[in-house]
């Protein structure tokens, strides 16, 4: 679902035609099916991966999605950016829960409908945390268990369902594409049975990825076909290797992988080196790659609206390297996320605390003693509580010196909801990752971190904290 780039001369065909063509040919066979619905759970991370985020949908039928998660794009473009989303497609998004809702049964819903004039209507939605990438040294993955509309034939002209990532400087900028990277998890069109796996990057037109093509591969779904039941698209991006991978499975089976040195200097690390990569869910109708594959405009008036595609769970996984990537916090001010990573430095009062350079990256707070403490605002927890919180912590501190990381709510001296001890971790800027148990706040929080110790010495440094459902 790629963006255009500023000013193109023509909207460009988003995949190789030869290749599109091909598939076309040997899947287009109307494949009959009974829409499935059944629920399964966010599978437990395997061993070594830890669960960075996720959402089950299990929202009431005819809800919307949760608005701590997800923002809802509408109308048919970012502001000031390229017209159609860049791609030429020509639905309408919208906010109504007839696009978009959960539907009772641990699935959300998005369904093109189109109006009595031909006009069409769909949804398209974008995680609030924009900074998902892979621990430093470790791996990210990023895995969504889908239905793609089950509609095929002449009677699936147009349809074109996405599960994508699109790194974070993207938004409010809409002319820095493809520098900042996309990740196409699993793309569709015109109810083929493949599911296209592809990488946007470096410059447009050309550049290392074969701009407006992509470096893309796609596979028919195992066993059933991509339109009648639930398979489990994934992407990994993995830093642990050099030179590092990216990689695209379906069902477990893995069937594109990209490389690093495919990629290239400069524009491996401009596609990398940013805060991360947000989420995108949509079903758009028409655009350069249905329209590429059909060899004509899409939709058609054989076209039949009103197929959802049913999403049962998203969910971002790490494993290894030094713990959860830290994100981008919204300045003193703002509303936080309480299930993103806040930087401790983004306080919004303090005191006690200093402020340094830290050598992960960016700025922790430091010098933290008996009775220092640190306010964040506006944290939203929603309507399910957290399980634990996670700080990213480091200690230089002497021997026999240790303290505890408290959570509280409200005010500094309020009781703790939750803490853990910290001792000597090797340095003051020696990181390591380490939970808590918290008791259930909800809603929207003021949260504290207070520092107690027995003695008076400097004993924690703190670069970022989270909670975790």
Avoid at 91 to 104: E, L, R
Avoid at 242 to 268: A, N
């Amino acid at each position: 679902m790629r963006p255009a780039p500023a000013a193109p001369a023509a909207l460009p065909v988003r995949r190789r035609l030869p290749l599109a063509l091909a598939l076309l040919s040997a899947t287009t066979t109307v494949l009959a099916g009974v829409t499935m619905t059944a629920n399964a759970a966010v599978p437990p991370p395997p061993s070594g991966w830890s669960l960075v985020w996720s959402d089950d949908f299990t929202g009431a039928a005819g809800t919307l999605p949760s608005a701590s998660n997800w923002i809802i794009d509408t109308g048919t473009s970012y502001p000031g950016g390229p017209p159609n989303w860049g791609t030429g497609e020509i639905q309408t998004y919208t906010n109504s829960t007839a696009n978009v809702s959960h539907d009772g049964g641990g699935n959300l819903r998005i369904t093109p409908l189109r109006d009595g004039s031909g006009r069409w209507t769909s949804a398209r939605i974008e995680t609030v945390r924009s900074n998902f990438k892979p621990p430093s040294g470790g791996v990210l993955a990023i895995e969504g268990r889908i239905q793609m509309p089950n509609v095929t034939g002449a009677a699936a002209a147009g349809y074109w369902p996405a599960f994508w990532a699109l790194g974070s400087p993207y938004r409010g900028n809409y002319q820095n594409w493809p520098g900042i990277g996309e990740f196409d998890v699993m793309e569709n069109v015109n109810g083929i049975n493949s599911v296209w796996g592809v990488l946007h990057c470096g410059v447009a037109p050309g550049g290392p990825c074969d701009e407006f093509n992509g470096i893309g591969a796609s596979r028919a779904c195992p066993g059933s076909t991509c339109q009648s039941a639930f398979h489990t698209y994934r992407f990994e991006w993995d830093a642990s290797v050099s030179p590092q991978q990216l990689r695209w499975y379906v069902d477990g089976q893995l069937y594109h992988t990209v490389s690093q040195s495919r990629v290239g200097e400069p524009y491996w690390s401009q596609m990398t080196s940013h805060a991360g990569y947000f989420l995108l869910l949509n079903v758009a109708m028409g655009g350069a790659f249905p329209n590429g594959v059909a060899g004509s405009a899409t939709p058609t008036a054989a076209t039949v609206p009103g197929r959802p595609m049913l999403v049962d769970y998203v969910a971002v996984y790490s494993r290894g390297g030094g713990g959860t990537t830290p994100p981008t916090t919204p300045p003193p001010g703002g509303t936080r996320d309480a299930y993103a990573a806040i930087q401790a430095e983004s306080f919004n009062a303090q005191n006690g605390v200093i402020v340094e350079a830290c050598a992960e990256g960016g700025q922790n707070i430091g010098a933290l003693r008996n009775g220092d403490w640190v306010r964040f605002d506006n944290v939203e927890f929603g309507a399910t509580p957290p399980r634990d919180f996670l700080a990213r912590v480091a200690s230089g501190a002497g021997a026999g010196v240790s303290g505890l990381v408290e959570v509280r709510l409200d005010s500094p001296t309020s009781p703790p909801i939750g803490s853990f001890a910290i001792a000597n971790t090797g340095g003051w800027q020696s990181w390591r990752s380490v939970p808590g148990n918290v008791a259930g706040p909800t809603g929207r929080r003021t949260v504290y971190l207070t520092f107690s110790s027995g003695q008076p010495n400097d004993f924690v440094n703190v670069n970022w904290f989270t909670f975790r459902r």
